[in-house]
């Protein structure tokens, strides 16, 4: 479907109907045209198993995404995802990059069960997909700090108000009626919605692990001497998606714009929305984020038209302090007599495979001890609600059903991420979450060889340039460039403020490890104190750096 038509189907879809209830009856197993687009709004994209295209008729399956502000879930909401994982999807729930959960291998007519169960369960995932505010992030860590809890608060009344205003989601998924009445317009969105999707994400200061600059729009909570919320830094214009060879696409940080009081961060994120809905580029999808708008007027131009719609002062940034990332891994306080539990889970794909039966533990954990669940930005899982009597029993449990933990996994695995790619994405160019293991294993091979063991690289991997993981701001990303071989960037910095740069493309799969084998010598023996192997990399130079891979990537090509 062309790029004009996609505004077309939006504005005659009367509040994101369309034919979607028709297509939903159809004996087909795919949608119409318009179909797809406008699922899409409704937390579902239509894709094909990759792994079977051929002679014979292609499979249509479905991804179902949930909404969840700041990835929590009761432990019912989290037992209701894993229940339809084993009766309409392929028996897995994937954590995304932004903390809501997916199902992968859904048919057509599960479509409308899937949805209905998660509703049922007080879970949407209306708008965890289309051209509207995403996902609310925020910060998963469980604590019983109220102040802390006053920032969760605002997640959940911000994806609240950024919900679309049309009742056709419930009129076509829960009570089954696709029925088109006259609404008035949606006061956000209008009739055509946003140019493009729009991320938002909360972050505590100090604290990155939302990857806050890669957001659309954001808020960073700042605290007084005295511990109570002061307000919040307010940042807009970042984004992650490229298009390879169009140099006119580009990932961007965004930028801190201003600091408001905690009663008016609600209304100075969608009046962001109201700029990227007002000023987006609706002619061009690939330059529709609301990053390309800040580039091109400059920060203080955009500040002149924020201010200008809304009623309060946005003053200027406060300090903050240096930016880390705590994954919240491992065993961790949470209250008096309460503690919560992180686990890794690789590419946030939680199964059981093999004797390692992760899928199995965690629910065990959840049905017996009633634990709540948060969801993170790293993919991972945070069991909370333990009683100090329980921990050991937890422990036990997952023990039993070989469920990995924190301090049996390298540095390198416990930082890196991947997007799903093939088989169901259809915008994958290159493997990544399949591979991610194989070139894990290879890198920590060579950290091991060369007395750099555990390590712990910022390692993320995607199959397209769209930047789903967020590859962009990594030490060392992998994008998939054609089958097999990647675009290899460098140089970003832990605490996720700096862009990574495309260092060698057409890098094949199985030489990764040696391509980065010299470099990593290099850091070995040339780093100062402290040093993060993507600030050594940046301080160096690349210029430095591709002398020293050049014998060990013979077949890739420098970059600029």
Not at 28 to 55: C, M, W
Not at 180 to 196: H, I, N, Q
């Amino acid at each position: 479907m062309s790029k004009l038509n996609v505004e077309q189907v939006k504005a005659e879809s009367h509040g994101l109907r369309g034919s979607l209830a028709d297509d939903l009856e159809s004996a087909d197993a795919f949608l119409s045209e318009a179909g797809k687009v406008l699922i899409k709004f409704h937390g579902s994209y239509e894709q094909t198993n990759r792994d079977k295209r051929g002679p014979a008729a292609k499979e249509y399956i479905f991804m179902v995404r949930s909404k969840l502000p700041g990835g929590r879930l009761t432990p019912a909401q989290y037992l209701a995802h894993d229940d339809i994982a084993t009766e309409h999807g392929n028996g897995t729930l994937r954590i995304t990059t932004r903390q809501g959960i997916q199902f992968h291998g859904v048919v057509k007519g599960h479509l409308r069960d899937s949805i209905r169960d998660l509703n049922h369960a007080l879970v949407t995932t209306f708008g965890a997909c289309g051209d509207v505010v995403r996902n609310t992030m925020c910060c998963p860590a469980p604590s019983d700090d109220p102040h802390r809890q006053a920032v969760q608060r605002v997640a959940d009344q911000l994806s609240a108000e950024t919900l679309p205003r049309t009742r056709a989601y419930h009129q076509i998924w829960v009570d089954g009626q696709a029925i088109v009445a006259d609404e008035e317009e949606d006061p956000l969105y209008g009739t055509t919605y946003l140019p493009r999707k729009f991320k938002v994400a909360i972050a505590f200061a100090g604290d990155n692990c939302m990857d806050i600059f890669t957001n659309d729009a954001g808020l960073i909570a700042l605290f007084d001497e005295d511990g109570a919320l002061a307000g919040f830094n307010v940042v807009a214009g970042g984004g992650m998606g490229v298009t390879h060879n169009k140099e006119t696409t580009f990932a961007r940080l965004a930028d801190v714009v201003g600091f408001v009081a905690p009663e008016h961060a609600i209304e100075v994120i969608k009046a962001i929305v109201t700029v990227h809905r007002d000023f987006g580029n609706r002619t061009d999808r690939k330059r529709a984020r609301l990053k390309y708008v800040l580039e091109e007027w400059g920060l203080e131009t955009f500040r002149q038209e924020l201010q200008a719609r809304v009623p309060f002062p946005i003053e200027a940034p406060r300090p903050m302090p240096a930016f880390e990332v705590h994954d919240h891994l491992g065993w961790h306080r949470q209250g008096p007599d309460l503690w919560s539990l992180g686990l890794p889970v690789d590419s946030g794909r939680i199964g059981d495979v093999g004797e390692h039966r992760l899928r199995t533990g965690i629910r065990g954990v959840v049905s017996r001890f009633g634990t709540d669940v948060q969801l993170t930005a790293q993919q991972n899982i945070l069991l909370s609600g333990i009683r100090t009597d329980d921990r050991d029993a937890v422990q036990a449990l997952l023990d039993a059903h070989n469920v990995v933990t924190v301090e049996r996994i390298s540095g390198v695995r416990r930082n890196s991420l991947a997007c799903p790619a093939m088989p169901t994405c259809g915008l994958a160019i290159s493997e990544a979450e399949r591979v991610l293991p194989r070139v894990m294993s290879d890198i920590d091979s060579t950290l091991d060889e060369i007395g750099l063991p555990g390590l712990p690289i910022v390692f993320r991997m995607t199959g397209c340039p769209n930047g789903c993981a967020r590859p962009y701001v990594a030490e060392v990303a992998l994008v998939g460039r054609s089958l097999d071989k990647y675009l290899l960037y460098l140089g970003g910095d832990v605490a996720g403020t700096r862009l990574a740069r495309p260092f060698l493309d057409l890098v094949p799969l199985g030489t990764v490890a040696g391509t980065l084998k010299p470099l990593l010598v290099a850091y070995r023996d040339g780093r100062d104190a402290g040093e993060g192997f993507g600030d050594f990399c940046d301080r160096l130079g690349f210029d430095a750096l591709k002398g020293l891979a050049a014998a060990a990537a013979p077949g890739a090509q420098p970059v600029g």
